[in-house]
Nanobody
Framework: QVKLVESGGGLVQPGGSLRLSCAAS????????MGWYRQAPGKQRELVAM???????NYADFVKGRFTISRDNAENTVYLQMNSLKPEDTAVYYC?????????WGQGTQVTVSS
């Protein structure tokens, strides 16, 4: 059974940092694209960052220069390093892995940026 488990969310002050992790199990994900989406209350889910199986990255404009996505294929894990966090980054962050028509989601982890 394929499973994605996110961790690392929490409460942080503006300007602070968090590191999200998403561990995948039940398959080998080295050939999958892996990424992060987020959904704030009352808003649609939106792409934050993606990393391809080859390591190419894609970021939403609102996180460029602040967030960094990386992956460890040996550990089937994708990370999101979030720096210079802003209150508007508050959302539930979801891990996603995909290949072709297959798209899998984690359960989400809450990130709250507030003083």
């Amino acid at each position: 059974q394929v499973k994605l488990v996110e961790s690392g969310g929490g409460l942080v002050q503006p300007g602070g940092s968090l590191r999200l992790s998403c561990a995948a199990s039940g398959s080998t994900f080295s050939l999958y694209a892996m990424g992060w989406y987020r959904q704030a209350p009352g808003k649609q889910r939106e792409l934050v960052a993606m990393i391809s199986s080859g390591g190419s990255t894609n970021y939403a404009d609102f996180v460029k220069g602040r967030f960094t996505i990386s992956r460890d294929n040996a550990e089937n894990t994708v990370y999101l390093q979030m720096n210079s966090l802003k209150p508007e980054d508050t959302a539930v962050y979801y891990c996603n892995v995909r290949r072709g028509s297959l798209s899998l989601w984690g359960q989400g982890t809450q990130v709250t940026v507030s003083s």
